[in-house]
């Protein structure tokens, strides 16, 4: 679900690394899965938990990691040039219907069974959430009293608000027409959204529910009543000719584990820690059973 948030030198190593470990010149890209991964380092973290459980079933994987956005991926998914998305259930019924009024996950996940072409197959959603939030430093949810996102009606015109670069043409107008908010300027502050809320670069950020930054910070999520939002589960979507059963079943058995504070826990070694992502994801298919 769900800012333009940039690899960092080591998770760049580790996702080629891990491409070349996947697949060697001298295998025939024919009967393998390509795993691709939007291009943020949680996108990464979940293609590589699924690239390793698929691989410990015996699957042979093409890893496409770090790519881009949506944009880019969801065209590359429906051509079935990649096989399998780690995606966020909300975030994709978004991009795929922007006026859809669905919330709930299982109200997205029905809105999308049916949005999706027929190409296509969104399998069991995890219980892990990675959900869009629209976020303050502290001083500012003091200063103007900011408690929801309706709140900022009164005084967005004032702010600038953070982002990855498509935030704007993906959420401008919902803001406007959900809760009459604008704002002064939109930055793409990318994966320093949450820092650049914290050094005053701007008043209010997209930032997830994941990012350990908004503990390790002090900041303050408001709350979104309206669920402009919606729900945001990690989900995966494949390319159904090219995925059989025993990649759903994997790829099924990955959501049943996954919750968001398992997610949490990871994002914290990979972002905080600056651990390795193939090894947070290897020890976490590994605990749970999968590998």
Known sequence: ???????????????????????????????????GSANFPENVLLASIYSQA???????????????????LYGQLKDGKLTILPEYNGGLLSYLDPKSTAASATDVNAALAKDLPSSLELLNSSAAE?????TVGQDTAAKYSLKSIADLAAVGAQFTVGGQPE??????????DVYGVSFKEWKPTADTTANAIKDGTVQ?????????????LGLVPLDDPKNLFGAQNVTPVVYKSKA??????????????????????MMKKVSVD????SQVAKDWVKANGLG
């Open 1 to 35: 679900m769900l800012s333009t948030r940039t690899l960092t030198a080591a998770a760049v190593a580790a996702a080629a690394a891990l491409s070349l470990t996947a697949c060697s010149s001298s295998d025939p890209l024919s009967g393998k899965v390509v795993i």
């Open 54 to 72: 698929l691989q410990a079933k015996g699957v042979k994987v093409t890893e496409q990691f770090n790519i881009g956005s949506r944009e880019v």
């Open 130 to 134: 990675d959900k869009d939030t629209l």
């Open 167 to 176: 935030f704007k043409s993906r959420r401008e107008q919902q803001f406007k």
């Open 204 to 216: 209010v950020g997209d930032v997830f529910t994941t990012d350990p930054r908004i503990t390790s």
């Open 244 to 265: 059989d059963s025993k990649v759903t079943d994997t790829l099924n058995a990955v959501s049943a584990k996954l919750d968001t504070a398992g997610l949490l826990a």
């Open 274 to 277: 600056k651990d390795d992502p």
